[in-house]
């Protein structure tokens, strides 16, 4: 399992903050695992793929 941040779906920009953040909706738990990164490998990643919708048409 991977943990590239930069090329997963859940990893967003915000302009306001001029930040990247996880967006992924994790219970406090989660949050405090990822946090401390014990976690070796993020249960929620998904590859970001620009073309996954074209395929589906």
Do not use: K
């Not at 990893?11 to 070796?40: K, P, Q």
């Amino acid at each position: 399992m991977a943990t590239n941040c930069e090329e997963c779906v859940f990893f967003d920009y915000d302009e306001e903050s001029d930040a990247n953040f996880c967006s992924m909706d994790l219970d406090e738990d989660e949050m405090e695992r990822f946090l401390r990164s014990a976690n070796d490998a993020c249960p929620y990643y998904r590859r970001g793929d620009d073309y996954m919708t074209a395929r589906r048409q």
